[in-house]
């Protein structure tokens, strides 16, 4: 029995977003499926990392979580409690976000250090200047910034010194979760590392727990300790780290594997068995949504909608194939 302290949990989760029709277009309103129906859990003190294609909904999963879009249906719990529109102010005081561009997410017109203090005059008013200061010093001081450059503004910093900067504002209030959507993806590779490596000690250091969301496997093997792979809306296989490189059941996720660069020349990538392009999530396929890609689909999966199944370890799978591998294996 698992006896770890689960932070969020979110349950049966959909975001729908309406398709806005054209001045003669007639019928039924389309929407968009961009999350259809994911359940996860997130442990106190771990990084969850969550990964797919462009498209898959990943980064609508953690707006979700986070409460800046509503959810369609489903809930969301921390730590037990619904989050609610009543105690929204002191979730987010523990739960902050890092986002993918380092320079929109920034104020242009506040110098850093107000930006760094904002998330203290929202979730910790009345401070003096003097203890916003004791909070803010030894931050800028984790992420590696010179508490004298907090005079100047966002434009002044290179793109890895402003995610630094992204990072110590959701530092500030001290929380429990830092939920980051591709907070890499805008960096050269070797400020990539530095910021990884950052995220890493943080974590060692403080506690912290991450959602950690990017398209990059790679990225994710790197910070992760387990990793939920997402397509179209719903997450396809989940488990731990090490289970899930060792003994890789979706053929998504062996695709998304092969797709991994080998960072040497005399060794030959390994090619993804796919073909074409993931189908629209305004009109999604009958049965597994990924069958149309998948070399190994079958008539059933055409016709019927696979559920999200534990295969031993924690090893949760959304496959027809490998559901009756299990079978097989049982009545033998």
């Given at each position: 029995?698992?006896?770890?302290?689960?932070?969020?949990?979110?349950?049966?989760?959909?975001?729908?977003?309406?398709?806005?029709?054209g001045?003669?277009?007639?019928?039924?309103?389309?929407?968009?499926?961009?999350?259809?129906?994911?359940?996860?859990?997130?442990?106190?003190?771990?990084?969850?990392?969550?990964i797919?294609?462009?498209?898959?909904?990943?980064?609508t999963?953690?707006?979700?979580?986070?409460?800046?879009?509503?959810?369609?249906?489903?809930e969301?719990?921390?730590?037990?409690?619904?989050?609610?529109?009543?105690?929204?102010?002191?979730?987010?005081?523990?739960?902050?976000?890092?986002?993918?561009?380092?320079?929109?997410?920034?104020?242009?017109?506040m110098?850093?250090?107000?930006?760094?203090?904002?998330?203290?005059?929202?979730?910790?008013?009345?401070?003096?200047?003097?203890?916003?200061?004791?909070?803010?010093?030894?931050?800028?001081?984790?992420?590696?910034?010179?508490?004298?450059?907090?005079?100047?503004?966002?434009?002044?910093?290179?793109?890895?010194?402003?995610?630094?900067?992204?990072?110590?504002?959701?530092?500030?209030?001290?929380?429990?979760?830092?939920?980051?959507?591709?907070?890499?993806?805008?960096l050269?590779?070797?400020?990539?590392?530095?910021?990884?490596?950052?995220?890493?000690?943080?974590?060692?250091?403080?506690?912290?727990?991450?959602?950690?969301?990017?398209?990059?496997?790679?990225?994710?093997?790197?910070?992760s300790?387990?990793?939920?792979?997402?397509?179209?809306?719903?997450?396809?296989?989940?488990?731990?780290?090490?289970?899930?490189?060792?003994?890789?059941?979706?053929?998504?996720?062996?695709?998304?594997?092969?797709?991994?660069?080998?960072?040497?020349?005399?060794?030959?990538?390994?090619?993804?068995?796919?073909?074409?392009?993931?189908?629209?999530?305004?009109?999604p396929?009958?049965?597994?949504?990924?069958?149309?890609?998948?070399?190994?689909?079958?008539?059933?999966?055409?016709?019927e909608?696979?559920?999200?199944?534990?295969?031993?370890?924690?090893?949760?799978?959304?496959c027809?194939?490998?559901?009756?591998?299990?079978?097989?294996?049982?009545?033998?």
């Amino acid at each position: 029995m698992d006896n770890r302290e689960v932070l969020i949990e979110a349950v049966n989760v959909k975001k729908y977003f309406p398709v806005k029709r054209g001045w003669f277009e007639r019928g039924e309103r389309k929407t968009v499926k961009a999350l259809d129906g994911v359940s996860l859990v997130l442990y106190k003190g771990e990084t969850l990392g969550v990964i797919g294609e462009s498209g898959c909904g990943k980064s609508t999963l953690a707006r979700v979580i986070m409460q800046l879009v509503p959810a369609t249906a489903g809930e969301v719990y921390y730590k037990g409690n619904k989050v609610t529109p009543e105690n929204i102010m002191q979730f987010r005081r523990q739960v902050q976000m890092v986002f993918q561009d380092p320079y929109s997410s920034l104020d242009p017109r506040m110098s850093v250090g107000r930006i760094i203090e904002e998330p203290l005059r929202v979730h910790m008013k009345g401070l003096t200047a003097v203890q916003k200061e004791e909070i803010v010093r030894p931050v800028v001081a984790k992420v590696g910034i010179e508490y004298e450059a907090l005079v100047k503004y966002p434009h002044e910093f290179s793109g890895g010194q402003r995610q630094r900067i992204g990072i110590a504002r959701a530092m500030v209030t001290n929380p429990e979760l830092l939920i980051c959507d591709e907070p890499v993806s805008a960096l050269d590779m070797s400020i990539q590392a530095q910021v990884l490596n950052l995220f890493k000690g943080l974590q060692k250091e403080l506690g912290f727990s991450y959602l950690f969301i990017s398209h990059d496997m790679s990225v994710i093997k790197h910070v992760s300790d387990r990793i939920a792979v997402m397509y179209l809306g719903k997450i396809v296989e989940l488990a731990d780290k090490k289970e899930l490189f060792d003994n890789t059941l979706h053929p998504y996720t062996k695709a998304l594997m092969n797709a991994i660069p080998v960072p040497d020349p005399t060794v030959e990538s390994m090619k993804a068995d796919l073909t074409g392009e993931p189908p629209s999530p305004i009109n999604p396929p009958k049965g597994c949504s990924f069958h149309e890609r998948c070399p190994y689909a079958t008539a059933r999966c055409s016709e019927e909608t696979p559920h999200l199944t534990d295969m031993g370890n924690g090893h949760m799978v959304s496959c027809h194939l490998c559901h009756g591998a299990e079978r097989e294996v049982e009545n033998a």
